[in-house]
């Protein structure tokens, strides 16, 4: 019989895991994570997400929702090992709170339903690890339904992710029979019994053998074919002893080679110790990952994690708590202790830190220090935003931020009395620091205040905790969708010429331009703006250049359309000419702002607009009703297949088609359909193109 360990967390980096847990909405995250804690002796009672009772779903909008809405942080033991686990969210509004999350993780868990394989949310976490370089493995989930099927969702892993799965065990039992695993790599059954929290180990049973056999030596075969070492033993030996074949997988999972898949149900309890011996076994410790890139007075410079070095650490998460402004830190290098002083390196403020709390979502332990690889909250900073860099005073370096993607829906909010104006928009700015992906501004046109963010679901949820959190009754105005303006056909040669002369020095630029769109081709920075002098003969200086550059992209604020951003422009400065006296940089940012403005008038223009794909599922008798309703929604529908008995239909629908959809689905099927979204960019908006006048 295995018995859990727990021993006291050891300060060795190498026994320290920092991991997030990534999936699709409802694949089953915060009860793999209820069930870590419950395993390791976190918890003394199961938490379960459908009675309210977790730990990391802690905020009452998600326990009413029961989904995920913000991350949140816990720590635990097992074996030795020091685990900081993030519970991100799976719904795609709050992809901005899983980008933050996997600035700062070494490793990850993803988690997929073993009946729909991978579904489109989990396709696009899978990516932003990617974008990171974050190793993982998979966790294949809810192997005790109906229509689960191992084999099926490693296929989906294989085709939508484009990554080679290595499966290292063998499901015993097959929906409600299911009771344990096959380990493939110590070739061992683990079984566990009902009602029972640990599994007992013995043989692989009779009828599991050869098949047991079979998967092993496919387990070899691809290992041997990705890892040098494990290929030499297998070409001497014909087979890997299972010590190879453990460090060959931890050598594959870090480099992202390959992912580990396990399999289990976390709801009953069954495959959660094997995945937490994976962890220790496969994912980096902060010794395996390289060391933290910054800057410091404008070159690059690297951080080790060492407890001795310097101190810098990463502000990921901002959260206003009843004990106080809680700033969430991955501390990279050094000691920060109770009490000492840190600068702010983004805005050069110092700030002190009067406690560290080593959290469990929203409780905390108090410690006296943290060290490199730590994950903590600090109570002390008052204006330490996500994303910033907290470094030595003596020792200044500034990391490379989380990347905030631009908001997409934008509703009005108002108070109800105007008393509580003040009131509310002090809340609207608490919000913004605490969600940088969340935008207010009031409209120059309307003097409305507007609350911008990434869908309609997280518009709801900010308003809703002004509502419960500051008490104030508020007004939300019909979502708008946030348009951009692009070019189809540009202009040469346009030619703009800025004097000024109204005593004192003057002013004086000229510039001749080319404007033409953007192929999308010309890679990724190059989607959104592109600039190129061939000035010849130094008719304008560099520095003069760079001006051109920065003027043009002033422009590029507000499009002639309906003073939406423009995006998808090259700009070529062609030539131009300098006054000895009058010339300078403003001259000619000046010059760039308007020439290319007067350009962008002169071009052909079109309006674009954001749209998503969009997942239905619903039952057979419904799906031509909510195709036909998808249709009348200007979708596209690239798919439809049918699982589960169950059809799955895919769109591309226009995001401001989908406003108030969830209430229609429902109706349309009888409260059993279910939808989900991903971003996919922008596409011209319908009878907007304006034809050119020059």
Same mark, same amino acid.
């Given at each position: 019989? #295995?018995? %859990?360990?727990?021993?006291?967390?050891?300060?060795?980096?190498?026994?320290?895991?920092?991991?997030?847990?990534?999936?699709?909405?409802?694949?089953?995250?915060?009860?793999?994570?209820?069930?870590?804690?419950?395993?390791?002796?976190?918890?003394?009672?199961?938490?379960?997400?459908?009675?309210?009772?977790?730990?990391?779903?802690?905020?009452?909008?998600?326990?009413?929702?029961?989904?995920?809405?913000?991350?949140?942080?816990?720590?635990?033991?097992?074996?030795?090992?020091?685990?900081?686990?993030?519970?991100?969210?799976?719904?795609?509004?709050?992809?901005?709170?899983?980008?933050?999350?996997?600035?700062?993780?070494?490793?990850?868990?993803?988690?997929?339903?073993?009946?729909?394989?991978?579904?489109?949310?989990?396709?696009?976490?899978?990516?932003?690890?990617?974008?990171?370089?974050?190793?993982?493995?998979?966790?294949?989930?809810?192997?005790?339904?109906?229509?689960?099927?191992? +084999?099926?969702?490693?296929?989906?892993? #294989?085709?939508?992710? %484009?990554?080679?799965?290595?499966?290292?065990?063998?499901?015993?039992?097959?929906?409600?029979? /299911?009771?344990?695993?096959?380990?493939?790599?110590?070739?061992?059954?683990?079984?566990?019994?009902?009602?029972?929290?640990?599994?007992?180990?013995?043989?692989? @049973?009779?009828?599991?053998?050869?098949?047991?056999?079979?998967?092993?030596?496919?387990?070899?075969?691809?290992?041997?074919?990705?890892?040098?070492?494990?290929?030499?033993? /297998?070409?001497?030996?014909?087979?890997?002893?299972?010590?190879?074949?453990?460090?060959?997988?931890? +050598?594959?999972?870090?480099?992202?080679?390959?992912?580990?898949?396990?399999?289990?149900?976390?709801?009953?309890?069954?495959?959660?110790?094997?995945?937490?011996?994976?962890?220790?076994?496969?994912?980096?410790?902060?010794?395996?990952?390289?060391?933290?890139?910054?800057?410091?007075?404008?070159?690059?410079?690297?951080?080790?994690? +060492?407890?001795?070095?310097?101190?810098?650490?990463?502000?990921?998460?901002?959260?206003?708590?009843?004990?106080?402004?809680?700033?969430?830190?991955?501390?990279?290098?050094?000691?920060?202790?109770?009490?000492?002083?840190?600068?702010?390196?983004?805005?050069?403020?110092?700030?002190?830190?009067?406690?560290?709390?080593?959290?469990?979502?929203?409780?905390?332990?108090?410690?006296?220090?943290?060290?490199?690889?730590?994950?903590?909250?600090?109570?002390?900073?008052?204006?330490?935003? @996500?994303?910033?860099?907290?470094?030595?005073?003596?020792?200044?370096?500034?990391?490379?931020?989380?990347?905030?993607?631009?908001?997409?829906?934008?509703?009005?909010?108002?108070?109800?009395?105007?008393?509580?104006?003040?009131?509310?928009?002090?809340?609207?700015?608490?919000?913004?620091?605490?969600? @940088?992906?969340?935008?207010?501004?009031?409209?120059?046109?309307?003097?409305?205040?507007?609350?911008?963010?990434?869908?309609?679901?997280?518009?709801?949820?900010?308003?809703?905790?002004?509502?419960?959190?500051?008490?104030?009754?508020?007004?939300?105005?019909?979502?708008?969708?946030?348009?951009?303006?692009?070019?189809?056909?540009?202009?040469?040669?346009?030619?703009?010429?800025?004097?000024?002369?109204?005593?004192?020095?003057?002013? /004086?630029?000229?510039?001749?331009?080319?404007?033409?769109?953007?192929?999308?081709?010309?890679?990724?920075?190059?989607?959104?703006?592109?600039?190129?002098?061939?000035?010849?003969?130094?008719?304008?200086?560099?520095?003069?250049?760079?001006?051109?550059?920065?003027?043009?992209?002033?422009?590029?604020?507000?499009?002639?359309?309906?003073?939406?951003?423009?995006?998808?422009?090259?700009?070529?400065?062609?030539?131009?000419?300098?006054?000895?006296?009058?010339?300078?940089?403003?001259?000619?940012?000046?010059?760039?702002?308007?020439?290319? #403005?007067?350009?962008?008038?002169?071009?052909?223009?079109?309006?674009?607009? @954001?749209?998503?794909?969009?997942?239905?599922?619903?039952?057979?008798?419904?799906?031509?009703?909510?195709?036909?309703?998808?249709?009348?929604?200007?979708?596209?529908?690239?798919?439809?297949?049918?699982?589960?008995?169950?059809?799955?239909?895919?769109?591309?629908?226009?995001?401001?088609?989908?406003?108030?959809?969830?209430?229609?689905? #429902?109706?349309?099927?009888?409260?059993?359909?279910?939808?989900?979204?991903?971003?996919?960019?922008?596409?011209?908006?319908?009878?907007?193109?304006?034809?050119?006048?020059?």
């Amino acid at each position: 019989m #295995r018995t %859990h360990q727990h021993r006291s967390s050891a300060t060795a980096l190498t026994t320290v895991r920092n991991l997030g847990i990534l999936a699709h909405v409802d694949a089953g995250k915060t009860t793999v994570t209820e069930r870590i804690l419950y395993t390791t002796g976190t918890t003394h009672k199961r938490g379960e997400v459908h009675d309210g009772t977790t730990i990391t779903d802690f905020d009452s909008q998600e326990r009413d929702r029961g989904i995920t809405i913000f991350a949140a942080a816990v720590s635990c033991t097992w074996d030795g090992h020091r685990i900081n686990l993030i519970d991100t969210p799976g719904h795609v509004d709050f992809a901005d709170e899983v980008e933050r999350s996997l600035r700062v993780l070494d490793g990850a868990i993803a988690v997929f339903d073993a009946v729909a394989g991978v579904e489109p949310q989990s396709e696009s976490v899978w990516h932003q690890a990617d974008r990171h370089s974050v190793p993982r493995i998979a966790f294949v989930n809810k192997l005790d339904r109906a229509g689960a099927d191992l +084999d099926t969702a490693v296929a989906s892993i #294989r085709d939508r992710l %484009h990554t080679v799965p290595l499966v290292v065990q063998l499901p015993i039992g097959a929906e409600d029979a /299911f009771r344990g695993v096959v380990d493939l790599v110590r070739m061992r059954a683990l079984v566990w019994a009902d009602g029972a929290d640990a599994y007992e180990e013995g043989e692989v @049973p009779a009828g599991l053998r050869e098949e047991a056999a079979r998967r092993r030596r496919f387990l070899e075969e691809a290992v041997a074919e990705l890892h040098p070492a494990a290929l030499e033993e /297998f070409c001497e030996r014909s087979e890997l002893s299972a010590e190879t074949l453990t460090g060959a997988l931890r +050598d594959l999972t870090r480099t992202g080679e390959g992912v580990v898949v396990l399999c289990g149900s976390a709801y009953r309890n069954r495959g959660v110790e094997p995945l937490l011996a994976a962890v220790v076994a496969y994912l980096p410790s902060p010794l395996d990952v390289p060391p933290v890139r910054g800057v410091l007075d404008g070159a690059e410079q690297e951080r080790a994690a +060492d407890p001795q070095g310097p101190f810098a650490a990463l502000a990921f998460k901002v959260n206003a708590t009843a004990t106080g402004r809680l700033t969430y830190l991955r501390v990279y290098a050094g000691t920060i202790r109770k009490g000492e002083t840190v600068l702010d390196a983004t805005t050069r403020r110092t700030e002190r830190v009067g406690r560290i709390l080593r959290v469990r979502a929203d409780r905390h332990v108090d410690v006296d220090a943290a060290v490199a690889g730590d994950i903590v909250a600090v109570i002390g900073p008052k204006a330490v935003r @996500p994303g910033a860099t907290l470094c030595a005073p003596g020792a200044p370096l500034v990391l490379e931020p989380p990347t905030v993607a631009d908001p997409v829906v934008s509703v009005a909010v108002e108070a109800r009395r105007s008393t509580d104006t003040e009131r509310l928009m002090a809340a609207l700015v608490r919000l913004a620091e605490e969600d @940088p992906s969340l935008v207010v501004r009031t409209d120059p046109e309307t003097g409305q205040t507007v609350l911008s963010g990434m869908g309609e679901l997280h518009l709801e949820v900010a308003a809703e905790k002004i509502r419960r959190d500051h008490g104030l009754d508020v007004r939300v105005g019909r979502p708008q969708v946030a348009h951009r303006e692009t070019l189809v056909r540009g202009v040469s040669g346009l030619v703009y010429r800025h004097v000024k002369q109204d005593g004192g020095a003057g002013q /004086f630029a000229h510039v001749v331009i080319d404007v033409e769109p953007l192929a999308a081709g010309d890679g990724e920075e190059a989607a959104e703006f592109a600039f190129g002098s061939a000035v010849v003969g130094g008719r304008v200086p560099q520095e003069y250049v760079r001006a051109v550059e920065a003027g043009c992209r002033d422009a590029l604020a507000e499009g002639p359309l309906g003073g939406h951003p423009v995006t998808g422009v090259r700009v070529t400065l062609t030539d131009g000419a300098t006054h000895p006296k009058d010339s300078s940089e403003m001259a000619f940012r000046t010059a760039g702002r308007f020439a290319l #403005r007067e350009a962008l008038r002169a071009s052909a223009m079109v309006l674009l607009e @954001p749209v998503v794909e969009v997942t239905v599922t619903v039952p057979g008798d419904a799906v031509g009703g909510v195709l036909g309703d998808l249709a009348a929604r200007r979708g596209r529908v690239s798919g439809s297949t049918t699982r589960g008995g169950a059809a799955v239909a895919t769109a591309t629908v226009p995001l401001a088609e989908l406003f108030g959809y969830a209430t229609r689905l #429902r109706s349309r099927t009888q409260g059993r359909g279910t939808f989900t979204t991903r971003a996919t960019g922008y596409a011209p908006a319908p009878a907007a193109t304006v034809p050119g006048t020059g």
